[in-house]
C-alpha cells in the first residue's frame, strides 16, 4: 500500500458539549489519499470536514481509530500513540492566512528553516525561491499588514512549500478572498501542487472550487461520509439526493410508481416519460439538473409554461407538473411565452428513494454547535 | 478611530442660514468648559513654578529640584515605579497566561477573583499589611519573633520592598486584563501554523505568542508604571513612619507642613514639575512603544484556541494561584473587617476583644458621617455632571468635528495622565482667589472641581466608543422623519447611547467614592472626603476606627460593584 500516503480507518470524533450533550462531528471515516492527489473535503458547515483535517494534522485527539501518514502511524487511539503536529512534517494554510504579524515576509517564511536549524545561506536561497514560486519576489522586507489578502495568502503558502513537505493541507484558504482572486489563487495552488508534487487535502464548503481542483474529492454531512469520487462521478451519478443537491443546481421530482408507469404526485392521469428503474418503491424521487431537461413543442410530458425569468446566461421557466412546478433552464435562443403549451423530456435523472424530513431537522439543529 | 463611512453630520440649521445652532452652541461649551476645567489648573502649576509676582524666578525650582531629600523622593519614586512594573507584569502576564492558555480548572471564578484587587484602594491594603507586617508590633512579626525567639522583626512592611509588594498586589490587573484579552482574540491559527512549521509548544509561546501579545503587556505595563509613579496612598502609609518619601508624599508633607501657606504651596507646584517631568517620561515611552506596532491579531474563524495541558504541574499551579489569591485578596479585607472588630490596636485578634464599638463610635461621629454625606455627594455630582459633560465632548469630537477638535481631545483626556497630588496643586493655584478673585478653597466646590477634570475622561471614552456605533444614517432618518436637529439627537442618539452614559457615571462614581490622593490636599476642615477621613483616623493613630470605617467602605464598594454588574449584564448593543 505504498500508494495511499494518508490513511484514516474507522476515525470517530466525539465532542461533549453543555447545550446539546454528546455529538459525533466525525462517525467512522475510513479514507485512503493517493500520492500526489489533490483530495478535497466538501460539505456544508458542520459536516466534520475542518474536524477531520485537524485530526490529521494533529491539533485534534481522536475518540477511535487511527490514522497514518507516509506509512508512519501518527495517530492511534488504541495504544494512546499521538504524534504532535510539529513532528509530523505537514504544510499547512489557514482560512485566516495565519501570517505572523510581527514578522516581515522573509521571517514568516524562513521560520520552518529556523525551526530546522538549517544553515543560513540555505534559508536565504530557500525563501527566495518560494517566494519566486508565489510571485512575492524582492518583497522580503515587507510586513504583512502592508499586504492585501491575496498576498497574505501567498506569504501563507510560501510558508507551506518552503519545507518542501510531502502532504500539504489547506483549510478553506480561499474563503477570504475576493472571487476573482479566488479563481487564480486556485490555478496557482494547482500550479505549485503539480511542480512539487505533494499531496495536497482541500478543505472548502465552495463545490465549484472543489470540482475544479481536485482529482477525487470526498462529500460529508453531518459527520457521515456520502460520497468518494471524481468530480465527474459526483456529479453525474451522486448516490443520493444530499450529494445530488449539494453539488450544481437541482431539480426533484416527487413520482409514483403504478402499473409499469411513472406519474408525478398529484396528476395519475398523465404518465411521464420515464423507464422505471430496476430497484424501485411505490413513491420515489427523480432528481435531475435544470439544464439538463428538454423543453420542446413536440415530445415528452405535455404542459404549459407558468413563469419565465431572464437569467444572464440562461432563461428559467417553471413548468407544473402534477403539484409541483418543475425549474427548467434553456439558452436565450429557446423561447417560450408564459402561458404557452409545451412539452417536457428528461435527457439524464436519478432515481432515490423518499426520505423522511427528520434529517433536515438534525442538520439545523447542528448549525447551533 | 475613523470609520470610513462616517461623516459629519452637517448643521442643516446652518444651510438655512441661522448661523448660531445648536452644533455651534454645544462645541462652544465644550471649549470653554475644558479651558476652564482642565486647562487653567496646569498652566497655573507651571506658571508658579517658574514666575513669582509677575517675574521669572527659577531660584524656587533650583531650590526644590537640587534639595537633597527631594532628590531622594525622586529616586524612591523612580525604584518603586519600575519595580512595580517589573513585578506585577511578570505576575500579571503569568496568571494571564495560565487562565488564558492553560486547562487550569476554575477559570471563571478565578478571573474574577483576579479582578477584586481593581476594586479596591491600595492603600486598604497598604493598611491591613501594615498591622500584619509593620516592624513593631505587626501581628505576624510578633507571632514569628514568639515562635522562634527572634530578636528582631524578621519582616518589615514599612520599607521599599513593602511598598513595592503592597503596589503590586493592586497593580498587577492591569497587565492581567490586557493580556487575557488579547489572548482571547488572538486567532488561534497564528499558533497552530507555527506548530506546523514544527515548532514545539515551547518554541510558540517564546517565538509567536509572548510577540504578538507584546503591545497588550506594554500597554499593561505602561499604565502599571504611571499609576504607580503617580501613586500617593501606599507610600504615604507604609512610608512616613521610616522617612521613605516618593515624590507625591513629599508634595503633601510639603504642603500639610505649610499649613496653606503660598510659599508651601509654590513649593509643591516646584515639586509638581519634578513629578509631571518623571510621568511625562513614562508616557514619551508609552507614545514610542505603542507606536511601534499593534497587531491585528483578531481571528477570523470562531474557534477554541488549543488549551495547552499542564499534566504534572495543574494541581502545583492551581495551589499555587489560590495562595496567590488569598494573599493578595483575602487576607488583606479579612484583616480590616478583624482590625475594625478589635476593642484597641495591638490586641491579639481573638473573640473576647471584639467589640461593635468602632462601629458605634463611627455613626455618633459628626466628622465620620460627614466624610460619608461628602463621599457620596461629590461622587455622586461629579458622576452625573460628567456623564452628561463626556457626552456632549463625544458628540461634538465624534460627530460635529469642528477646527480644533484634536485640542477638545487632547484636554479631556490629558488629567488621566497628570498624577493626581499634581491636579490638585494645580487646582488650589487656579481657584483659591488668584483669577478673578474666585476663591472655592477650603469648600467642597473645589474638590468638585478637581474630580471633574480627574475623571470626565472616564465618561467621555464610554460615550465616544458608543457613539462611534451609532450611524450617522439613523440620526439622518430620524430628520427624513420630520424630526428637528433637537429632537433627533433626543429621540434617538441619547436614547441609543443611554447603557454607556450609566457606565460612564459608574466609572466615576466608584474611584471617586474612594479617592484619597487629591483630596487630602483639598479637604478644608469640613470637607472630609471618605478616604481623607480613614487616613486622618489612621494618623492620629485611631486604628480601629480607621478599619472600620475602611470596612464599611469595602461594603460601600463592594455594593454598587454588584448593581454595576447587573446594570451592564443586561446592557443593550447598539
Given at each position: 500500500m505504498a500508494e495511499d500516503q494518508i490513511i484514516l480507518k474507522h476515525v470517530t470524533k466525539r465532542f461533549t458539549t453543555k447545550?446539546?450533550?454528546?455529538?459525533?462531528?466525525?462517525?467512522?471515516f475510513n479514507l485512503n489519499i493517493h500520492e500526489g492527489e489533490c483530495f478535497s473535503f466538501l460539505?456544508?458547515?458542520?459536516?466534520g470536514k475542518t474536524t477531520t483535517l485537524r485530526m490529521i494534522a494533529g491539533f485534534e485527539d481522536l475518540s477511535e481509530g487511527e490514522i497514518h501518514l507516509c506509512g508512519q502511524p501518527v495517530s492511534i487511539k488504541e495504544k494512546n500513540l499521538y504524534v504532535p503536529p510539529e513532528r509530523r512534517g505537514l504544510g499547512m494554510v489557514f482560512q485566516a492566512f495565519?501570517?505572523?504579524?510581527?514578522?516581515?515576509i522573509f521571517d514568516n517564511v524562513a521560520f520552518p528553516l529556523q525551526i530546522k536549524k538549517v544553515p543560513h545561506d540555505e534559508i536565504k536561497k530557500r525563501v527566495k525561491e518560494a517566494l519566486h514560486h508565489t510571485s512575492l519576489?524582492?518583497?522580503?522586507?515587507?510586513?504583512?499588514?502592508?499586504?492585501?489578502g491575496g498576498q497574505q495568502q501567498r506569504i501563507a503558502l510560501a510558508r507551506a512549500i518552503v519545507t518542501n513537505p510531502k502532504v500539504m493541507l489547506l483549510?478553506?484558504?480561499?474563503?477570504?478572498?475576493d472571487p476573482k482572486l479566488r479563481e487564480s489563487m486556485r490555478f496557482e495552488i494547482k500550479a505549485l501542487q503539480r511542480k512539487f508534487g505533494f499531496t495536497v487535502i482541500f478543505v472548502t464548503h465552495d463545490q465549484s472550487e472543489a470540482m475544479a481542483i481536485s482529482d477525487r474529492m470526498m462529500v460529508c454531512d453531518m459527520g457521515n461520509i456520502m460520497q468518494i469520487d471524481t468530480p465527474s462521478n459526483l456529479y453525474?451519478?451522486?448516490?443520493?439526493r444530499f450529494v445530488h443537491n449539494f453539488l450544481g443546481q437541482s431539480t426533484f421530482l416527487h413520482v409514483v410508481l403504478d402499473h409499469g408507469q411513472v406519474y408525478a404526485r398529484g396528476d395519475m392521469q398523465n404518465p411521464l416519460p420515464l423507464t422505471i428503474p430496476e430497484k424501485a418503491d411505490k413513491e420515489m424521487v427523480v432528481a435531475t439538473r435544470p439544464n439538463a431537461i428538454d423543453l420542446n413543442r413536440d415530445h415528452g410530458f405535455k404542459t404549459h409554461i407558468y413563469s419565465r425569468v431572464f437569467l444572464t446566461d440562461t432563461a428559467e421557466y417553471l413548468v407544473p407538473i402534477g403539484d409541483q412546478l418543475l425549474k427548467i433552464q434553456t439558452p436565450h435562443r429557446i423561447t417560450f411565452a408564459k402561458g404557452e403549451e409545451c412539452y417536457v423530456d428528461f435527457t439524464h435523472v436519478m432515481w432515490y428513494p423518499e426520505e423522511d424530513e427528520s434529517a433536515e431537522a438534525e442538520r439545523a439543529k447542528r448549525q447551533l454547535v | 478611530m475613523n470609520i470610513g463611512k462616517s461623516r459629519k453630520t452637517s448643521d442643516l440649521a446652518a444651510l438655512d442660514g441661522?448661523?448660531?445652532?445648536l452644533d455651534k452652541a454645544m462645541t462652544l461649551v465644550s471649549f470653554v468648559l475644558l479651558f476652564v476645567i482642565v486647562f487653567i489648573p496646569i498652566f497655573m502649576i507651571v506658571y508658579n513654578a517658574f514666575f513669582f509676582e509677575g517675574r521669572f524666578d527659577i531660584e524656587m525650582f533650583q531650590n526644590v529640584v537640587f534639595s537633597k531629600d527631594n532628590v531622594d523622593a525622586m529616586t524612591n519614586t523612580v525604584i518603586i515605579g519600575v519595580a512595580v512594573t517589573f513585578f506585577g507584569t511578570v505576575v500579571g502576564l503569568f496568571y494571564a497566561w495560565l487562565l488564558g492558555r492553560?486547562?487550569?480548572?476554575c477559570k471563571g471564578l478565578m478571573r474574577a477573583l483576579f479582578m477584586?484587587?481593581?476594586?479596591?484602594?491600595?492603600f486598604f491594603g497598604a493598611m491591613a499589611w501594615d498591622m500584619l507586617?509593620?516592624?513593631?508590633?505587626g501581628y505576624v512579626n510578633t507571632w514569628l519573633m514568639n515562635a522562634f525567639n527572634l530578636?528582631?522583626?524578621?519582616?518589615?512592611?514599612?520599607s521599599l520592598w513593602g511598598i513595592i509588594f503592597v503596589e503590586v498586589s493592586y497593580y498587577f490587573p492591569f497587565v492581567f486584563m490586557q493580556v487575557v484579552s488579547a489572548l482571547e482574540r488572538m486567532d488561534p491559527t497564528l499558533e497552530e501554523s507555527a506548530r506546523i512549521a514544527g515548532a514545539t509548544q515551547g518554541t510558540v509561546i517564546r517565538k509567536i505568542t509572548i510577540p504578538l501579545v507584546t503591545p497588550a503587556i506594554s500597554a499593561g505595563a505602561l499604565l502599571i508604571l504611571i499609576s504607580s509613579l503617580a501613586h500617593f496612598g501606599v507610600p504615604a502609609i507604609l512610608g512616613f513612619s521610616k522617612q521613605i518619601y516618593t515624590l507625591p508624599t513629599v508634595i503633601y508633607a510639603c504642603i500639610d507642613r505649610a499649613g496653606g501657606s503660598f510659599e508651601g504651596i509654590r513649593q509643591g507646584a516646584a515639586l509638581s514639575i519634578l513629578l509631571v517631568f518623571v510621568v511625562a517620561m513614562a508616557l514619551i515611552l508609552q507614545k514610542i512603544v505603542l507606536s511601534s506596532g499593534s497587531f491585528d491579531?483578531?481571528?477570523?474563524k470562531s474557534m477554541r484556541p488549543t488549551l495547552i495541558k499542564l499534566r504534572g504541574a495543574k494541581y502545583p499551579l492551581l495551589f499555587l494561584s489560590v495562595i496567590t489569591l488569598i494573599v493578595i485578596v483575602l487576607v488583606p479585607l479579612i484583616m480590616i473587617f478583624l482590625e475594625g472588630l478589635?476593642?484597641?490596636?495591638?490586641?491579639?485578634?481573638i473573640p473576647e476583644n471584639f467589640t461593635m464599638e468602632n462601629f458605634r463610635n463611627l455613626a455618633t461621629s459628626k466628622a465620620t458621617m460627614d466624610s460619608i454625606r461628602n463621599s457620596l455627594f461629590l461622587s455622586i455630582s461629579a458622576g452625573v455632571i460628567c456623564m452628561f459633560l463626556g457626552v456632549m465632548v463625544a458628540y461634538v469630537v465624534i460627530?460635529?468635528?469642528?477646527?480644533g477638535k484634536e485640542i477638545l481631545e487632547m484636554l479631556s483626556v490629558l488629567p488621566y495622565s497628570i498624577p493626581g497630588t499634581v491636579l490638585a496643586i494645580g487646582v488650589i493655584l487656579a481657584w483659591?482667589?488668584?483669577?478673578?478673585?474666585?476663591s472655592l478653597y477650603n469648600t467642597i466646590w473645589i474638590i468638585l472641581v478637581a474630580y471633574m477634570a480627574r475623571y470626565l475622561s472616564f465618561s467621555m471614552k464610554s460615550a465616544s466608543a458608543s457613539l462611534q456605533q451609532v450611524h450617522p444614517s439613523l440620526e439622518e432618518a430620524a430628520r427624513a422623519c420630520g424630526a428637528s436637529h433637537t429632537e433627533s439627537l433626543k429621540d434617538v442618539t441619547l436614547p441609543l447611547i443611554r447603557p454607556a452614559m450609566v457606565a460612564g457615571f459608574f466609572l466615576i462614581f466608584l474611584p471617586s467614592m474612594r479617592e484619597l490622593t487629591t483630596s487630602i490636599l483639598l479637604y478644608g476642615p469640613y470637607t472630609r472626603t471618605l478616604g481623607v477621613q480613614i487616613f486622618a483616623l489612621r494618623d492620629s493613630g485611631q486604628i480601629p476606627q480607621a478599619s472600620a470605617l475602611a470596612a464599611i467602605a469595602i461594603l460601600i464598594i463592594i455594593v454598587c460593584n454588584f448593581i454595576v454588574t447587573q446594570i451592564t449584564k443586561d446592557r443593550k448593543g447598539v
Open positions: 447545550t446539546l450533550g454528546t455529538v459525533t462531528a466525525v462517525n467512522d460539505g456544508p458547515s458542520g459536516c495565519a501570517v505572523w504579524p510581527h514578522m516581515n519576489d524582492g518583497m522580503e522586507d515587507v510586513y504583512p499588514s502592508d499586504l492585501s483549510d478553506e484558504p480561499l474563503s477570504n478572498l453525474n451519478k451522486p448516490v443520493n | 441661522a448661523t448660531f445652532g492553560s486547562d487550569i480548572p477584586i484587587p481593581y476594586m479596591f484602594p491600595p507586617l509593620s516592624g513593631r508590633g530578636e528582631t522583626a524578621p519582616l518589615n512592611i514599612n491579531i483578531i481571528k477570523g478589635v476593642k484597641a490596636y495591638g490586641l491579639p485578634l460627530k460635529i468635528k469642528p477646527k483659591s482667589g488668584a483669577l478673578w478673585g474666585i
